[in-house]
């Protein structure tokens, strides 16, 4: 039996791809607005981290 079988018994199983595409473009949007928001100093403070031991 394909795997495409086991997902025509699942009730309404037509919405889960629109709620995991849903769910990925508004994490993908916050985190951009994130970082976007973040001021310079504070990216440059980050950026040296690995230098400041």
């Not at 889960?16 to 403070?45: Q, R, W």
């Amino acid at each position: 039996m394909k795997f495409i079988n086991y997902l025509k018994d699942i009730h309404n199983v037509q919405i889960y791809p629109m709620i995991t595409l849903i769910l990925f473009v508004t994490i993908f949007i916050l985190a951009t607005i994130l970082v976007f928001s973040k001021s310079k100093k504070t990216i440059n403070e980050i950026k040296r981290l690995p230098l400041d031991d």
